[in-house]
């Protein structure tokens, strides 16, 4: 989640070389870089950007992840969208479930909210007036601590959070 520029997406293509990238963007124009990338390499089948989708619509997300991932089976989630608590939040209720066990989870620049400096905490900043994502790592790791079996582990930095799913099945 999170496209931006299409960096991410060229990254995770050449380094993981995976079956499937599904990416999905809130900005409803494509990246053209990305465009280009895909039509080059023949990789139409392969690479599908999901544009103008905000991460929180659970509708239009389920709809995706029906499509794209019926049997549940996805190995890495990187979510570099929003950075806001709720979006982030119910992206994760929504996705969470269409990881395989052992999947991991990564949360990028969870730790907005205690970076240094006041750009980033004051009121007319992107994040201003938001709920810090710490919230959401708090929750996590109560998950983790009682359901073990659906969070088996959680790694922390001062850029990202990484959830491993546990062997619990969950409905989507």
């Known amino acids: 989640m999170g496209i931006f520029k299409g960096g991410s997406v060229v990254l995770y293509d050449q380094v993981f070389q ?18 280009q990338y895909i039509r080059n390499h023949g990789k139409m ?3 599908k950007p999901y544009y103008g989708v905000n991460q929180a619509d ?41 990881l395989k066990p052992g999947g991991h989870y990564v949360i990028e620049d969870w730790a907005w909210a205690h970076w240094p400096g006041d750009h980033w905490q004051q009121n007319n900043s992107y994040f201003g007036g938001k709920p810090a994502l710490t919230n959401l790592l708090l929750e996590l790791n109560m998950l983790a601590a009682s359901r073990s079996d659906l969070v088996e582990d959680i790694f922390v930095n001062h850029n990202f959070i990484i959830v491993k799913r546990g062997v619990s099945p969950l409905p989507p």
């Open 18 to 35: 995976p079956k499937k990238i599904v990416a999905i963007e809130f900005m409803p124009k494509p990246v053209e870089a990305l465009t």
């Open 45 to 47: 089948s392969h690479i």
């Open 58 to 98: 659970r509708l239009a997300m389920q709809a995706i992840l029906l499509d794209e991932f019926p049997n549940q089976d996805i190995d890495l989630v990187v979510d570099d969208a929003s950075h806001f608590y709720e979006e982030t939040r119910e992206a994760f209720n929504i996705v969470f479930p269409y």
